[in-house]
């Protein structure tokens, strides 16, 4: 529907139709047309029901009368429409990527000299190339083209026309009425492809073009030109055989600014694993939408979005759509349709907000990168992350305490096999918890809290450290600690936690004394009021929570600020850095 907002502005409602990226597709398609014909920025808004796209008030004799989006000729059968100015010839461009391909793997294997530096900027490939191989392989390229052949065909008077015909009929929320040549296909409609029925079904087969009655041309072709400017597709697989196409989902941004960060997104080398790449992609969003904003752009970055201050990342953009592509052979059908959140954990006020809420960022993608897609315990330690992402409010921090608590035991196993596994920092922790959850941040300000969470480190990552440092009087690793306390935590009522950090500080309070008397470093003791304190917090809070936390903060790496001075008889150890 479109509102007169006032006298200059204007708004189209995009509904959301379909629940996936096609309706995202046709927002920022109906953005980037209606881009072409005012000065002023185009916004896109969640209203929950649909995408409202918000501009000054076009002039249809403005818009420039091409497709938006290149005819992609995949063949010499391929019927090219005369005057086209975007055509790509997908051989030629396949043969560049190729030979890319292998000149990048020779550059691996020897020093680059000036000749092969110039062969790969020959075969430098289009920025949309990935865009144009997912086209082709998910079978979209024939009604994309069609289209694009049809408004070439137009004058530009008769396009106008029907754009403007097209632009009313959006905003009463009918059909178009264009007839111009296109069909539904899953790459910009993925419900497309799970079929359809009718009451007693007599002759259909797959060829049938019921489905194409619900089918609006313009609102595909909005789709096509929104595909380019907002898909960024990946190939999964050993045979690079399956496709996974990931789309932001637009919370308030200007269409330009959106299109700005997909680009640098889509450049960006990301795993191919799926929770992993899901991950990634949504954190490392978030940081472009935080490095490229007005207020806090770093010194060597174009601005691309306008507004950042006052707001949080998922205030902008609010989560990544997921769709993935599964190979059957012959074919690809839709598998999976998921959404991915963007971190909403602190609001962005001042400069030092957006440094925080980077850092965070930093140290989260560093730990995602680390883990491994084919070992089993890891993959499930990616898909948890994934599940916190995917989760809003107090229960998604709980899921991110535990993942917190599992990959702590991960640290202590992956790094006695010599692998250097970044760490969590505890400042990081405190701000993200302090952020979200008021009531946990008071566990973590207790003193109790942090003395035995200090211990824990003491005994396990920092011991592990002092080990791989050849450090001599390194001491007891508790290796059994961490999966212990998480084990007890998840027992029924609180006594079993209780007595298993109790014997823990019984014994590391007794390791402290000996170490003391052979003149070894050794930090001081857990008192018998911090450990009440602890008790006290474990009966407010239950050990589901507090067990989890314990384990989670405890092997986190302390910064080297937090770091007290070290004494004669009160000597921390030196914690290795990421």
Request: glycine share 6%; proline share 6%; aromatic share 6%.
């Amino acid at each position: 529907m479109a509102e007169q907002l006032d006298q200059n502005l204007i708004s189209y409602e995009i509904p959301k139709a379909t629940g996936t990226h096609g309706d995202i597709f046709a927002a920022v398609g109906l953005a980037l047309l209606l881009k072409t014909a005012v000065e002023t920025e185009v916004r896109i808004i969640d209203t929950g029901l649909g995408f409202e796209v918000r501009t000054a008030q076009p002039s249809v004799d403005s818009i420039p009368p091409v497709p938006g989006y290149p005819f992609l000729k995949t063949n010499e059968k391929t019927a090219v429409p005369a005057g086209d100015f975007d055509l790509v010839d997908y051989k030629t461009e396949k043969a560049k990527a190729d030979r890319r391909r292998k000149l990048q793997r020779a550059k691996r294997s020897k020093a680059a000299g000036a000749e092969l530096q110039q062969l790969l900027q020959q075969d430098e490939p289009r920025a949309d190339w990935r865009l144009l191989q997912v086209l082709n392989t998910l079978q979209g390229d024939e009604t994309t083209n069609r289209v694009h052949a049809q408004i070439l065909s137009m004058s530009t008077a008769e396009f106008r026309q029907a754009v403007a015909k097209a632009l009313g009929s959006l905003s009463r929320f009918e059909p178009s009425g264009l007839d111009w040549p296109a069909t539904s296909v899953q790459l910009f409609a993925p419900n497309a492809a799970k079929g359809y029925s009718r009451l007693k079904p007599d002759s259909t087969d797959r060829n049938d073009k019921t489905k194409e009655q619900w089918l609006d041309p313009f609102v595909e072709w909005l789709r096509y030109r929104g595909y380019f400017a907002a898909a960024c597709p990946y190939f999964q697989g050993d045979g690079a055989e399956h496709v996974r196409l990931l789309c932001p989902v637009p919370r308030d941004i200007d269409v330009d600014g959106l299109r700005g960060v997909v680009a640098v997104l889509r450049d960006i080398s990301l795993p191919a694993a799926a929770p992993k790449l899901d991950s990634l992609a949504a954190l490392k969003l978030a940081e472009l939408l935080i490095r490229y904003s007005a207020e806090f752009h770093d010194a060597d970055k174009p601005t691309l979005i306008q507004r950042m201050r006052g707001r949080t990342p998922a205030d902008v953009i609010s989560a990544v759509s997921v769709t993935h592509y599964q190979s059957l052979g012959n074919a690809k059908a839709v598998s999976a349709i998921s959404s991915v959140a963007l971190p909403g954990w602190l609001n962005l006020k001042e400069p030092n907000d957006a440094s925080v809420f980077l850092a965070i960022l930093g140290e989260h993608q560093r730990v995602i990168r680390e883990l491994r897609h084919d070992h089993s315990d890891e993959i499930g330690l990616l898909i948890q992350y994934r599940r916190f992402l995917e989760t809003r409010g107090d229960q998604a921090i709980a899921i991110l305490i535990d993942f917190m608590a599992r990959y702590g035991s991960l640290v202590l196993r992956g790094r006695e096999q010599g692998r250097k596994i970044p760490q969590f920092t505890t400042a990081n922790t405190e701000k993200l918890i302090m952020a979200h959850d008021q009531s946990l941040s008071a566990v973590l300000a207790e003193p109790g809290f942090k003395a035995v969470a200090a211990a824990i480190r003491t005994a396990t990552v920092n011991a592990q450290a002092q080990k791989a440092m050849n450090r001599p009087d390194y001491r007891e690793i508790r290796y059994d600690l961490l999966p212990d306390l998480r084990r007890k935590a998840s027992l029924p009522g609180n006594e079993p936690l209780v007595q298993a950090i109790s014997e823990f500080i019984s014994l590391y309070n007794v390791e402290n004394a000996r170490r003391r008397e052979l003149g070894k470093p050794a930090p001081r003791n857990v008192t018998t009021e911090e450990f009440e304190s602890l008790i006290r917090l474990i009966e407010t809070h239950g050990a589901a929570t507090v067990g989890p936390m314990l384990c989670a903060y405890g092997s986190c790496r302390l910064a080297r600020e937090e770091e007290p001075a070290e004494t004669e008889n009160d000597l921390q150890t030196v914690e290795e850095g990421d």
